[in-house]
């Protein structure tokens, strides 16, 4: 991969790690900490105690999904600065730039990814 495309594909992910890190805060409440956003949902509380907990609930998921998105995105900053940023974790070949433009923090080529999926070995 080139060092322009390389470029190109960091700044993308950068830009995502940025917005994933404001929805997080915004999630816990701007700049309220995790304890102090808790804090406050528990001293709103609710009549309706099965919705206040399905709130939280909801309200964990979304953090656990964006912390896992921060994740990935700083793993495929990683691959860019060892080199290996574009390349099948599972069989080593060229991830397609248009796979990467959809989702940036690919690990694998189609192939391979359709295989771990449907739990069929992969054809590469």
């Known amino acids: 991969m ?3 495309i390389s470029d190109t594909f960091k700044a993308q992910l950068e830009a995502q790690r940025a917005q994933a890190l404001a929805q997080l805060q915004a999630q816990r409440g701007g ?3 995790r304890a102090e956003s808790a804090a406050d949902a528990l001293a709103q509380a609710s009549d309706d105690q099965a919705t206040a907990a399905t709130e ?3 309200a964990f998921t979304l953090e656990e999904r964006e912390s896992a998105e921060l994740v990935a995105i ?3 900053l990683r691959r ?3 080199g290996s940023y574009g390349l099948c974790v599972s069989c080593g070949a060229s991830i397609p730039a248009a796979r990467l433009h959809a989702n940036p923090v690919a690990l694998r080529c189609v192939n391979c ?7 069929t070995p992969s054809r590469a």
Do not use: F, N, P, V
């Open 2 to 4: 080139t060092a322009s």
């Open 113 to 119: 990814q359709d295989a771990l999926e449907h739990g």
């Open 74 to 76: 700083d793993d495929a």
């Open 56 to 58: 939280r609930g909801l």
């Open 80 to 82: 860019i600065a060892d």
């Open 31 to 33: 700049t309220l900490s």
